[in-house]
């Protein structure tokens, strides 16, 4: 009887400790390429994007807006205009053509870095505990250029956790997003 009790105990720990969604990580099929650069390099983003991302799965509310990602005005933004140049983004939001907000990201100030030839934003941590278990979250945005134009987020996304403080839950993801050219 203890024997049986010890097997069930385990498979609910070890049950636990996978976490599969279901949506796939891949890079969407029908988007443009991404352009490469040099893999410590941050590629030249430069230009004007719809606000508004298309997306492979939406994680969280306001995940596909790109004023959101960079930490600019959100509110009534319609399009976002970044110029790169010597390791400073500056992002203007606009709604319609009037300038709604102005951010500068240094790489200096740790705003980005570059990595895998993307422009890479900040760990993002969310985490929360209770009576009844835990979790720690991470997730980082990668962005690229596309061919044609287009701006790619690749947000990676991991977490760890506990359910009733004994069962064990971890897992991974990436999501896709593309924000198009603006005219």
């Known amino acids: 009887m203890k024997s049986m009790l010890a ?6 720990l070890l049950a636990g400790c996978v976490s599969v969604t279901g949506i796939s990580p891949d890079y969407p099929a029908g988007w443009p390429p991404v352009s490469s ?4 390099v941050c590629p030249d983003l430069s230009g004007r994007y719809q606000n508004l991302a298309i997306y492979s799965f939406l994680p969280m509310y306001g995940a596909n807006s790109l004023a959101f990602r960079l930490g600019g005005e959100t ?4 399009t976002v205009v970044l110029a790169y140049s010597s390791d400073t983004l500056r992002v203007e939001t606009l709604s319609g053509k009037v300038i709604v907000g102005e951010k500068r990201l240094s790489k200096d100030n740790g705003d980005f870095s570059c990595a895998e030839g ?3 934003l900040p760990i993002m941590v969310d985490q929360d505990a209770d009576g009844t278990g835990g979790y720690r979250a991470e997730r980082r945005l990668y962005l690229r250029r596309a061919r044609g134009g287009a701006l790619i987020g690749e947000q990676r996304s991991s977490g760890v956790g506990a359910m009733f403080w004994l069962v064990p839950i971890g897992g991974w993801q990436t999501f896709w997003f593309q924000w198009h050219q603006a005219k």
């Open 37 to 40: 650069t040099s893999h410590d």
């Open 7 to 12: 097997h069930f105990i385990g498979v609910v």
């Open 118 to 120: 993307a422009f890479v």
């Open 75 to 78: 509110r009534d933004t319609d």
